[in-house]
């Protein structure tokens, strides 16, 4: 899941960017609303979640969540903000914010109303399918023919990115920059290292193969259609191989 953060206090905003990435979230930032619409414009599809300040300078909160609504009317917006007023509140639920949460505020409430705003009907809230694996990115609940599989949040972060790009072959590049929020360090194997965390977790005796190596370039998975590789015969693109 990705969310952009658009808060004007540096503090703040990295305290949301820090935690949000600590369960899993890439996260984009947005210390104003002309930035934010810039990002909204190049990336909108990209984004499953806004969380809104009000107090921005230059275009305010409320002319970002009018035009946010008009342009990706689907794209949810939970405005957080220190206008604790009835009116703001009231405001801000009649324009379109699927919530509305009032600073300061406790990080693991604003998670549950993450959690929420997430589950309602909206872009990449529909259970995600490749063949027998199953993610429910509401619930972040996994399964591969039928069998529940616990991952850690980044573990989670990595399949659901896979599971949004079946068949593409996805550089390390990619992976970092979503996954991970940061630039690709040609001397980096965490992507490997992770890749292996998954494959270890999904591939129990006798399954195929879903994610699959391409040398050199990346990863991809292979949803229905694509060809299967055997268990355990397919290593990583380069590199080291994952460690524990």
Known sequence: ?????????????????????????????????????????????????????????????????????????ALPVLILTARDDVASKVWGLDAGACDYLTKPFAFDELLARVRVALRAPGPGAAELVAGDLRLDPATRIVHRAGRRIELAPREWALLEYFARHPHQVLSRAQLLSHVWDIEFDPGSNVVDVYVGYLRRKLNAEGLPVLLGAVRGVGYRLLAPGAPATPAGSDGPAHGPSPGP
């Open 1 to 73: 899941m990705h969310v952009l953060i658009v808060e004007d206090d540096p503090r703040i905003r990295s305290f949301l960017a820090k935690g949000l990435k600590a369960e899993g979230y890439a996260t984009s930032l947005a210390p104003d609303g002309d930035q934010a619409l810039g990002l909204a414009a190049a990336f909108g599809p990209e984004y499953d979640l806004v969380l809104l300040d009000l107090g921005l300078p230059g275009t305010d909160g409320r002319e970002v969540l009018r035009r946010l609504r008009a342009e990706h009317p």
